[in-house]
């Protein structure tokens, strides 16, 4: 028994040094096969890795910037809306939020975390994944989803690799922000600097610790951990909560501040960043195009493409963000409040908000309009007969329709939903620093979302009496007229055959109303067509037209006397950027919108000047000035100056405006109040508003609301009112800089009147008459 016993226990012992023998076998195996397949994946025995050049330089989609002239974002251009940050632009409370929740280790592993993979491993992943931070951007980078187990296995091979070389090749801090710019947040908000600006309207340095512990418990699954959504903004909170219980595990924050924090509702200024909405629609959309033609010609140095989209372009342009704000804030304040007043006076009339035209006129302008929709397009290129075009086209559908104040659902059909867009009132305004061209503001439309249409420099309407100055600057250069030279208020007529007329052209007053003897300052301040008439019958059209031009004036203009009287199509753009050249002391200085491009390193890639041109004298510019100023004092502008009525009521021309600074300005009104004008200037400001709807046949029945002065000036000076507000800006409320050398031409009426009669009585008898004395 006793020898049997024996052999029992030196088998027994013997099976437990096979056992151990086969454990350190299985050990070394393990570390040899983790060393071999590392090695195989190192390689590329599993799939090409990326090279030393791609670690270094690791590409990603970056979006296009859009910075304002005083630093701000004004939108972007992106397939991925993403912009790079440096560490040093991360808030403290992010970096420990990630740290504590995502990664304990970090700052001690080399980009592996045995100890989390270990426990990953036992745990089945059950209380969190090995991966590190560093891992995570690995995978970020360089892969794509793969499509089996297998796959993923050997994907976590070659993340463990990149890795490692992430961390030989990076600072701890720069893989930080490196990850924190890869994390797509969702809608449309990738890296950490979207998303700050898109959720809570700021930059990663400033966010606080809650806002920047709801972005690390997003990490997890953005989508479904959204603060945004309804169904899953529980999650955002309870996840946000779980980020404070890491903090509190690693000493980053106190028990206390756990639990007060914990307590806070999430608070959201959330403002999707997209294309269509934001600030400067119009304007960014005139630059999407404009940079399709500027990449066209300026390559890269290896001769391909920028793309717009992913090559994280910086666009620095001249517009304000605050002025651009006020700009967009006066245009929805007056024109819902016009449009309101035009709604109600239009209620009952039959073929509003057309006038002057026929029933069958109506129905052939709403068809052209129907044509033009992409509705109408899908069933013609589907073989729909008219017929049944034009039955869809009738019925009544459920939609959605713009309003101010928010969109409404409704139950309209298509038809009737195109003449209810056609009532309403648009707006275009440009604002330009005349001394350096530099376009301040641009609003094109009152919504891009529901008008596309640009009217700032796309639409081209009658500027009216816009156009006045222009013939009456002719007229000081070549006469040397002075403001107060008398011209009598009757009907002037150019003669047949005269300017190339084929008929006799005698136009009236607005009012028809003649008598009496003006001034050039009167008749200019009150719009008064026989004087410009009479102007234009000295002067001609010829050098009208080629003084415009040397203002920046592109397109053709018709050489017609009828030029006079503004039925020449120009855009806002065009009309502000002539009139620049007479608060610039007779220099034209064409409007740029952009003063450099960059590539996403911050290399200049083109700087951008202005153009100017010297167009006439300072004396005669700072004379037009003069006469531009009594607009605003005693004639069609003069209720800038008024303190009387309410703007919010029903009787849209009651201004309370209170404008006290010398301005220069000018309204223009076109026939049948189809465009309603007002340009207004102070020494570094010009600003012109255009007033009106799509069709010219859509307006106010009576001039009373549909003159420039009720439509356009308003805008004007709201957002002066605004500008003036905000001390920053540094809006000049100063009187035009006069010429150093003497005047040759008397602005004051009064000596003007004095020299005249010295100049009768010691020309009397020889036949001289005044005049050969205009300049007085």
Not at 608 to 619: A, G, K, W
Not at 760 to 769: E, I, R
């Amino acid at each position: 028994m006793a020898k049997r016993k024996t052999k029992t226990s030196k088998r027994a012992k013997n099976d437990y040094r096979k056992l151990v023998r086969w454990m350190w076998v299985l050990y070394f195996l393990g570390i040899l096969s983790i060393v071999l397949v590392v090695s195989l994946t190192t390689l590329g025995a599993f799939g090409k890795l990326p090279t030393f050049e791609e670690i270094e330089n690791p590409k990603s989609n970056v979006a296009t910037e859009i910075y304002s002239s005083d630093g701000e974002t004004l939108g972007k251009f992106f397939k991925d809306n993403r912009t790079h940050v440096d560490y040093s632009e991360l808030s403290p409370h992010l970096i420990n939020a990630l740290v504590a929740t995502e990664d304990e280790r970090y700052y001690s592993h080399s980009g592996i975390d045995f100890e989390a993979l270990a426990r990953a491993i036992v745990r089945l992943g059950q209380n969190g994944g090995g991966s590190t931070v560093t891992q995570q951007l690995a995978k970020q980078l360089f892969h794509e989803p793969p499509g089996s187990l297998i796959g993923r296995i050997m994907q976590k091979f070659q993340e463990w690799v990149i890795a490692v070389q992430l961390e030989r090749q990076y600072t701890k801090e720069e893989i930080v922000a490196m990850y924190l710019n890869q994390v797509d947040f969702v809608y449309d908000a990738v890296g950490i600097k979207s998303a700050a600006s898109t959720y809570f309207n700021k930059t990663p340095d400033s966010l606080n610790l809650q806002e920047a512990a709801l972005f690390i418990g997003m990490l997890q699954n953005p989508w479904q951990i959204n603060p945004k959504r309804e169904q899953t903004a529980p999650r955002a909170l309870e996840r946000r909560n779980v980020v404070f219980g890491q903090m509190l595990r690693n000493e980053m924050i106190t028990e206390e501040e756990k639990d007060s924090l914990s307590a806070l509702p999430i608070e959201l200024n959330f403002n999707r960043q997209g294309h269509i909405s934001g600030t400067a629609t119009y304007f960014r959309e005139y630059l999407r195009q404009y940079m399709a033609q500027w990449i066209k010609e300026h390559p890269k140095p290896d001769g391909s493409e920028y793309n717009l989209y992913t090559d994280g372009l910086k666009i620095y342009t001249t517009l304000d963000s605050r002025m651009q704000k006020y700009a967009e804030e006066a245009v929805t304040e007056h024109m819902s409040n016009l449009q309101r007043v035009f709604f109600k006076m239009e209620k009952n009339r039959k073929l509003a908000p057309f006038h002057k035209l026929t029933a069958g006129a109506v129905e052939d302008l709403l068809g052209r309009a129907m044509r033009q929709t992409p509705r109408f397009r899908r069933m013609k290129k589907q073989d729909i007969s008219m017929d049944s075009i034009m039955k869809v086209f009738h019925t009544p559908i459920e939609m959605s329709v713009f309003a101010w104040g928010g969109d409404i659902d409704t139950l309209m059909s298509p038809w009737d939903s195109i003449r209810y867009y056609k009532h309403f009132y648009q707006s275009g305004l440009m604002s330009v620093e005349p001394q350096t061209g530099f376009i301040k503001a641009w609003v094109g439309g009152i919504d891009f979302r529901h008008f596309q249409y640009d009217h700032v420099r796309q639409g081209k309407r009658q500027v009216g009496s816009l156009f006045k100055p222009f013939v009456y600057t002719t007229a000081i250069r070549q006469k040397g007229y002075s403001p107060c030279f008398e011209v009598p208020n009757v009907r002037t007529c150019i003669e047949k055959g005269k300017y190339n007329l084929l008929k006799d052209w005698c136009p009236k007053n607005s009012d028809d109303k003649y008598g009496g003897i003006y001034t050039l300052k009167y008749a200019l301040a009150n719009s008064v067509n026989t004087v410009t008439t009479y102007l234009m019958k000295q002067v001609g059209p010829v050098p009208v037209i080629r003084m415009m031009h040397e203002m920046g004036i592109e397109g053709e203009i018709p050489s017609q006397p009828s030029i006079a009287l503004g039925t020449v199509d120009l855009s806002v753009h065009d009309i502000v950027g002539a009139y620049t050249t007479f608060a610039n002391k007779g220099v034209y200085t064409e409007p740029i919108f952009i003063t450099r491009i960059e590539d996403r390193n911050g290399v200049v890639l083109q700087e951008i000047s202005p153009r100017t041109n010297e167009v006439m004298s300072e004396q005669d510019a700072y004379v037009v000035l003069d006469l531009l100023k009594g607009v605003t004092a005693s004639g069609t502008g003069a209720r800038l100056r008024s303190s009387w009525g309410s703007y919010s009521n029903d009787v849209v021309t009651g201004f309370p405006w209170k404008f006290t600074n010398p301005i220069a300005g000018k309204t223009g009104t076109t026939q049948n109040n189809a465009d309603g004008w007002f340009m207004g200037m102070v020494p570094n400001l010009i600003t012109g508003v255009w007033g009106g709807c799509e069709d010219r046949s859509a307006h106010f029945g009576s001039t009373y609301y549909g003159q420039g002065a009720t439509i356009s000036l308003p805008v004007w000076a709201l957002f002066m009112q605004k500008c003036y507000a905000d001390s920053t800006l540094q809006v000049s409320k100063a009187d035009f800089e006069k010429p150093i050398d003497p005047l040759s031409i008397e602005l004051n009426c009064e000596r003007y009147k004095a020299a005249l009669g010295a100049i009768d009585t010691a020309s009397s008898g020889d036949g001289s008459g005044p005049d050969q004395f205009n300049n007085y």
